[in-house]
């Protein structure tokens, strides 16, 4: 049986060249101008981006400690660990970017539930990911066995990641569907502003692409650390490759 972190990094790979495509590159193009509108207001001390792709999503936000996790060094992130195993002790993001891994993931809830276990109380998590209600879904089911990435995923629909975070005590603030132009490459691309455009005028649920937007339900005895003691993150000691600076520090204490 392969290594289960193997194979989603030999997936996250052959996605990340699929971004450089011309087609790839007009998703990035909507789904960064997504973000940057989302993150804007964003506020308090550290994000982590775990994405298939290199390029950091969270320019805009005000947040002073940001980091891209990968599990090896060929993205070139800030802090290398397993997405499944991260060394990072519980409760202590304030925002997590989940962005197209959990198409690629065999164990996409624990990968979810590994990602929602760092958020603080009334944190965030933002997942990126593509909408198998959409004509990249029929696309996908029209491949078959021949699909190329990202076609050979899994795509989970926005309602059964809803019901995996509510498990997670998590509530779901919105979900943003985005890019309903066709999945195939033209020679023109379509400004990101078209899927947008359309996305901010109905939001119909058969977008290509969708970001929803989900907070850790604070529970009555959950415990909210002030903020002297969150300028820098504990680690947890797990998996951890290469350390990072940035607000992150190491540390063998558990949570």
Same mark, same amino acid.
């Given at each position: 049986?392969?290594?289960?972190?193997?194979?989603?990094?030999?997936?996250?790979?052959?996605?990340?060249?699929?971004?450089?495509?011309?087609?790839?590159?007009?998703?990035?193009?909507?789904?960064?101008?997504?973000?940057?509108?989302?993150?804007?207001?964003?506020?308090?001390?550290?994000?982590?981006?775990?994405?298939?792709?290199?390029?950091?999503?969270?320019?805009?936000?005000?947040?002073?400690?940001?980091?891209?996790?990968?599990?090896?060094?060929?993205?070139?992130?800030?802090?290398?660990?397993?997405?499944?195993?991260?060394?990072?002790?519980?409760?202590?993001?304030?925002?997590?970017?989940?962005?197209?891994?959990?198409?690629?993931?065999?164990?996409?809830?624990?990968?979810?539930?590994?990602? $929602? /276990?760092? !958020?603080?109380?009334?944190? *965030?998590? #933002?997942?990126?990911?593509? =909408?198998?209600? %959409?004509?990249?879904?029929?696309?996908?089911?029209?491949?078959?066995?021949?699909?190329?990435?990202?076609?050979?995923?899994?795509?989970?629909?926005?309602?059964?990641?809803?019901?995996?975070?509510?498990?997670?005590?998590?509530?779901?603030?919105?979900?943003?569907?985005?890019?309903?132009?066709?999945?195939?490459?033209?020679?023109?691309?379509?400004?990101?502003?078209?899927?947008?455009?359309?996305?901010?005028?109905?939001?119909?649920?058969?977008?290509?692409?969708?970001?929803?937007? $989900? /907070?850790? !339900?604070?529970?009555?005895? *959950?415990? #909210?650390?002030?903020?002297? =003691?969150?300028? %820098?993150?504990?680690?947890?000691?797990?998996?951890?490759?290469?350390?990072?600076?940035?607000?992150?520090?190491?540390?063998?204490?558990?949570?």
């Amino acid at each position: 049986m392969p290594d289960l972190t193997q194979a989603l990094s030999a997936e996250r790979k052959a996605l990340s060249l699929w971004f450089n495509t011309s087609l790839g590159q007009r998703i990035m193009g909507t789904e960064q101008a997504l973000h940057d509108e989302l993150l804007e207001d964003s506020f308090g001390y550290h994000l982590i981006q775990i994405s298939a792709q290199d390029s950091p999503l969270f320019e805009k936000s005000p947040i002073l400690s940001k980091v891209c996790l990968g599990e090896d060094g060929l993205l070139a992130p800030q802090l290398i660990a397993s997405p499944l195993q991260m060394p990072i002790a519980s409760d202590q993001v304030d925002l997590v970017l989940l962005h197209h891994l959990l198409e690629f993931s065999d164990r996409p809830q624990a990968l979810l539930a590994e990602s $929602a /276990r760092m !958020v603080m109380p009334m944190g *965030t998590l #933002i997942i990126t990911a593509f =909408n198998p209600l %959409s004509l990249w879904g029929l696309r996908k089911r029209l491949s078959g066995a021949t699909a190329r990435p990202p076609f050979r995923g899994h795509f989970w629909s926005a309602y059964r990641l809803m019901d995996w975070l509510n498990l997670l005590n998590f509530k779901v603030d919105r979900v943003l569907f985005a890019d309903f132009g066709l999945p195939w490459s033209v020679r023109r691309l379509p400004p990101p502003s078209f899927g947008l455009g359309l996305g901010r005028r109905y939001n119909l649920p058969t977008g290509g692409v969708y970001m929803l937007v $989900a /907070r850790k !339900v604070v529970g009555p005895l *959950t415990p #909210i650390r002030s903020p002297s =003691n969150r300028r %820098s993150i504990r680690f947890s000691g797990l998996g951890l490759s290469q350390p990072s600076t940035g607000g992150l520090t190491p540390s063998r204490r558990t949570k």
